[in-house]
T-cell receptor, first 115, second 109 residues
Framework: DAGVTQSPTHLIKTRGQQVTLRCSPK?????VSWYQQALGQGPQFIFQ???????QRGNFPDRFSGHQFPNYSSELNVNALLLGDSALYLC??????????????FGNGTRLTVT | DAKTTQPPSMDCAEGRAANLPCNHS???????VYWYRQIHSQGPQYIIH???NNETNEMASLIITEDRKSSTLILPHATLRDTAVYYC??????????FGTGTSLTVIP
């Protein structure tokens, strides 16, 4: 049973460019969250998708957008890249339950370097 | 949203129990405590979670105080592969996970 898979594993972009990162959730999971992890910091929540809609959003600008597909996979798009966007981008999947005690399962991330 | 406080670093001798503390004094009654760990360049790995009662699984034990303002993660027999950054997280009712900077645990041979 495959866990959360992300592609690509590494990416180098130039300031001002746009990037798309991809995520396939763990089998059986219906919710996908994205996190940004700068060097030496803990992951920071970007947004969460459920039923193909953005359900929650962290403190990130509109340059960060996403999408969830009918098969629950997801994309993270970042426009007008800044040097400060260089980070490890983590995708996490979970099963939406009540009262919401389903753990997040993380992929190994995409390392984005902006030059 | 409840925040957590953890010591920045800890050492533990190989084979001994590692006890990692966490304070979460503003936790609400229906918020879960989660523990994850992250080995360099990998995604965070789920360890254990709990609400009120102590929990145990094949990886670790979680002890939550009666007032729920603090908890301790116990790795019963630490190995070198347990060297990692450990995050204590209080999961908000909005389903967001707020990671702090965690505790860097070093297991010493």
């Amino acid at each position: 049973d495959a866990g959360v898979t992300q592609s690509p594993t590494h990416l180098i972009k130039t300031r001002g460019q746009q990037v798309t990162l991809r995520c396939s959730p763990k089998s059986g999971h219906d919710t996908v969250s994205w996190y940004q992890q700068a060097l030496g910091q803990g992951p920071q929540f970007i947004f969460q998708y459920y039923e193909e809609e953005e359900r929650q959003r962290g403190n990130f600008p509109d340059r960060f957008s996403g999408h969830q597909f009918p098969n629950y996979s997801s994309e993270l798009n970042v426009n007008a890249l800044l040097l400060g966007d260089s980070a490890l981008y983590l995708c996490a999947s979970s099963l939406t339950t009540w009262p919401g005690d389903s753990p997040l399962h993380f992929g190994n991330g995409t390392r984005l370097t902006v030059t | 949203d409840a925040k957590t406080t953890q010591p920045p670093s800890m050492d533990c001798a190989e084979g001994r129990a590692a006890n990692l503390p966490c304070n979460h004094s503003t936790i609400s009654g229906n918020e879960y405590v989660y523990w994850y760990r992250q080995i360099h360049s990998q995604g965070p790995q789920y360890i254990i979670h709990g609400l009120k009662n102590n929990e145990t699984n094949e990886m670790a034990s979680l002890i939550i105080t009666e007032d729920r303002k603090s908890s301790t993660l116990i790795l019963p027999h630490a190995t070198l592969r347990d060297t990692a950054v450990y995050y204590c997280i209080v999961r908000s009712t909005g389903n967001q996970f707020y990671f702090g900077t965690g505790t860097s645990l070093t297991v010493i041979p």
